[in-house]
């Protein structure tokens, strides 16, 4: 994977954890997590997806292959 890309899905995936994160503290997650007992699906979606992006940026980092 070309570096550029790598960095990308590294900093999209550091924005959806973040809006997730965020995201896990509003009302509607707070309702949900007193009436359910879990956050939103929207809130586990970003978290999700954001660990995805940075695992996958990070990988394409550390193991791209030489030039």
Do not use: C, E, Q
Not at 34 to 48: R, Y
Not at 49 to 55: A, E, K, P, R, S
């Amino acid at each position: 994977m070309p570096r550029i890309t790598s960095i990308a899905i590294l900093a999209v995936g550091i924005i959806l954890l973040v809006y997730g994160l965020n995201a896990s503290n509003s009302i509607s997650s707070s309702v949900s997590r007193a009436v359910s007992g879990a956050p939103t699906d929207k809130t586990v979606w970003l978290i999700a997806l954001g660990i995805i992006g940075i695992v996958t940026g990070g990988f394409g980092l550390v193991f791209r292959k030489a030039p």
